[in-house]
Structure formats: structure tokens, C-alpha cells
């Protein structure tokens, strides 16, 4: 159905959230979507949110994260057809507001983004904050450009650029895929994103992400693989996941 990569602008894992633990590594994903009953040909405007946390084990320094890569289940879609595209240039250096200031217009989502900050050989501070989605376009390809300003330990910005690529074959169809921040000796604690843009075009919604349910005849609902992620740590050390849901079938 569709992924990326939360609730409002802080929805905490839950229950059921998939937890991996790998090479001194703990990785929690949780996501979900929106509404549950969907058609069963065809597809409806959704409202799709994932969360990640990661975590040292063992008092092990915090693993720093080189590369995202989220998996949509092939029942759902992306597109930014109708949607201006915000270029980089325009939010990045930029505050929130001036980057809302440029590219409202294209804004899909919103989410959280945190780090743990390396501030001396020794002292490190948690830094989040606010992160905007923007759909824009990506050395020519379709992309989500993930603002994010904070103010701790300084105010600064930074934009994730998930860029949007589409496999023809397997459980899964539209592929994001980021190269995370890597200045200084930052390393990604958590990140939150809500995909929820909805266009009106000849007087019917169209989402920025939609889906359908892929229930078979006869059958109510369905339980389904929703996203599968995987995070690249540099050092080599990847871990995979998958979060599974639930949809109810109409039609």
C-alpha cells in the first residue's frame, strides 16, 4: 500500500511494531494506514505513516545511518501528477518557514526527524526537529524532498531526499530511497513521516498516496505486507524489516 519511511508530527511505535536487533543494532518500525476499508479493485486516497527508532545496544557508540530504502506494497501507488514540484534550491538552507514560504503548494506530509549530535570527542546531545515533505523532482527523477529545521544544538536545516523509483515485479512496487546526513559525527535516532496530501480534480479526490485492498473474492479483508525497509549503517551492518496490516475489502 504505500509507506514512508508516522502519526502527526510524534507518533510513538507501538505494540505492534516490528523489532529487529542485529550487531549491536535495535531497529523498531511501525506504520500504518488509513482508512482501513478500501476497494477491493481499484484504488482510494490513503493516509499512510511509518515510524523508526534506532538504538545502540550494549553501551555501544550510536550506529550511524548511511542509507533508507522503503518498500510499498504494490497495491499501493505514488504520484505527484497535478503537484508542482519544489526544487531543493528552494528549501535548502531555509528555515521552516520559509521553506513552507516556497513550496506549500507541494507539501504531501509531515514528520519528525531526530539525531543524536556529537558535539566533542566526548559530549553528544539529542537534536531533533520538525520535518516538512515536499514532492519535487531529483537529478530528473520524482522524489519527496523531507525538510527539516531544528534549533538544538544550533539552528540549522537539512533536507532528506528520498527519491522515487517504481519494480515491476514482486510483492512490492514504488521503492524510496535515501542517502542520510553524514556531516560531522551526527547519527540518526528516529524518524517519523505522514503521507496525507489529497487533490480535487474534476470533482473527485485524488491522493498523493492511494490503495486498494488486495482481498481475494469472497473474502472480507486481508492481511497484507504494507512496507518493507531496510536501514545500511556505515560499517557495513544492514537490517531489514517488515510490517504487516490489515485492510477491509469494498465492491
Given at each position: 500500500m504505500a ?6 508530527l510524534?507518533?510513538g511505535?507501538?505494540a505492534?511494531?516490528e523489532?529487529?536487533?542485529r550487531g549491536g543494532v535495535?531497529v523498531?518500525?511501525d506504520?500504518e494506514i488509513?482508512?482501513k ?9 490513503v493516509r499512510?505513516s511509518v515510524?523508526?527508532?534506532?538504538a545502540a545496544l ?7 545511518l548511511r542509507?533508507?530504502?522503503?518498500e510499498?506494497n504494490r ?6 501528477a497535478?503537484?508542482?514540484?519544489c526544487r531543493?534550491?528552494?528549501?535548502q ?5 520559509k ?6 503548494a ?12 556529537s558535539?566533542g570527542?566526548?559530549?553528544?546531545m539529542?537534536s ?5 515533505a515536499?514532492y519535487?523532482?531529483y537529478?530528473g ?5 523531507g525538510h ?7 539552528p540549522?536545516s537539512?533536507?532528506?531526499v528520498f527519491v522515487?523509483s517504481?519494480r515491476r515485479?514482486?510483492r512490492?512496487g514504488t521503492?524510496l530511497?535515501a542517502q542520510?546526513p553524514?556531516a560531522?559525527g551526527?547519527?540518526v535516532t528516529?524518524?517519523?513521516l ?5 487533490l480535487?480534480r474534476?470533482g ?5 498516496v492511494s ?16 512496507v518493507?525497509t531496510r536501514?545500511?549503517f ?6 531489514s ?8 475489502a469494498?465492491?
Amino acid at each position: 500500500m504505500a509507506a514512508c519511511a508516522l502519526a502527526a508530527l510524534a507518533l510513538g511505535a507501538t505494540a505492534s511494531a516490528e523489532t529487529v536487533q542485529r550487531g549491536g543494532v535495535r531497529v523498531q518500525v511501525d506504520g500504518e494506514i488509513a482508512p482501513k476499508r478500501l476497494p477491493r479493485h481499484g484504488s482510494a486516497p490513503v493516509r499512510v505513516s511509518v515510524v523508526t527508532r534506532i538504538a545502540a545496544l550494549g553501551g555501544a557508540p550510536q550506529p550511524k545511518l548511511r542509507r533508507v530504502t522503503i518498500e510499498i506494497n504494490r497495491d499501493g501507488s505514488i504520484s505527484g501528477a497535478g503537484l508542482p514540484a519544489c526544487r531543493l534550491s528552494d528549501i535548502q538552507p531555509a528555515t521552516t518557514a520559509k521553506a513552507l514560504a516556497a513550496c506549500r503548494a507541494s507539501l504531501v506530509g509531515k514528520g519528525t526527524f531526530a539525531a543524536d549530535v556529537s558535539l566533542g570527542s566526548r559530549v553528544r546531545m539529542p537534536s531533533s526537529g520538525a520535518l516538512h515533505a515536499f514532492y519535487g523532482r531529483y537529478k530528473g527523477k520524482p522524489a519527496i524532498l523531507g525538510h527539516v529545521y531544528g534549533r538544538t544544538p544550533v539552528p540549522s536545516s537539512v533536507t532528506l531526499v528520498f527519491v522515487i523509483s517504481e519494480r515491476r515485479k514482486g510483492r512490492f512496487g514504488t521503492v524510496l530511497t535515501a542517502q542520510m546526513p553524514g556531516a560531522g559525527g551526527s547519527a540518526v535516532t528516529g524518524m517519523t513521516l505522514r503521507l496525507d496530501r489529497v487533490l480535487k480534480r474534476g470533482g473527485k479526490r485524488r491522493g498523493f498516496v492511494s490503495a486498494g485492498c488486495p482481498a481475494p473474492r469472497g473474502f472480507p479483508g486481508a492481511t497484507f505486507p504494507l512496507v518493507r525497509t531496510r536501514l545500511d549503517f556505515a560499517g557495513g551492518r544492514t537490517v531489514s524489516t517488515t510490517v504487516s496490516r490489515q485492510c477491509r475489502a469494498r465492491g
